[in-house]
């Protein structure tokens, strides 16, 4: 089964994107924090990061940054009412999910950076 990580303070976002994948053969872990985004990425298979732009203890740009130094690092998509997908990309994300959270762009969203994870972290 793939499993992904979603890190955001909000629970609603959380939610939501759990809720997206209901049903789906995609396993959703989750983080409130940088901290604990580091903690999951150490403990789970997850091969792809939804990051929210806005965290408590850090970023999305530390996400990448950290995610650099893993072998075969996880695809890092960025939930963003603010950033353009341009932007998001030329930074070094996979991809931008726009807030709010809609259930089959997050699953197309999330699908398209699955494909495109090493096929051993998959």
Request: aromatic content about 2%.
């Given at each position: 089964?793939?499993?992904?990580?979603?890190?955001?303070?909000s629970q609603a976002?959380?939610?939501?994107?759990?809720?997206?994948?209901?049903?789906?053969?995609?396993?959703?872990?989750?983080?409130?924090?940088?901290?604990e985004a580091m903690?999951?990425?150490?403990?789970?298979?997850?091969?792809?990061?939804?990051?929210?732009?806005?965290?408590?203890?850090?970023s999305w740009k530390?996400?990448?940054?950290?995610?650099?130094?893993?072998?075969?690092?996880?695809?890092?998509?960025?939930?963003?009412?603010?950033?353009?997908?341009?932007?998001?990309?030329?930074?070094?994300?996979?991809?931008?999910?726009?807030?709010?959270?809609?259930?089959?762009?997050?699953?197309?969203?999330?699908?398209?950076?699955?494909?495109?994870?090493?096929?051993?972290?998959?």
């Amino acid at each position: 089964m793939t499993e992904i990580l979603v890190v955001s303070s909000s629970q609603a976002v959380r939610d939501a994107v759990a809720k997206a994948f209901t049903g789906n053969e995609i396993a959703v872990a989750t983080a409130a924090s940088y901290r604990e985004a580091m903690a999951a990425v150490a403990r789970t298979s997850a091969c792809v990061i939804l990051c929210d732009d806005s965290l408590p203890d850090g970023s999305w740009k530390d996400l990448l940054s950290h995610m650099a130094m893993v072998p075969e690092p996880p695809q890092v998509v960025v939930i963003s009412s603010d950033l353009s997908a341009a932007e998001a990309v030329r930074l070094g994300a996979s991809d931008l999910l726009a807030k709010p959270i809609d259930a089959p762009e997050t699953r197309r969203i999330t699908e398209s950076a699955v494909r495109h994870t090493a096929p051993v972290r998959a």
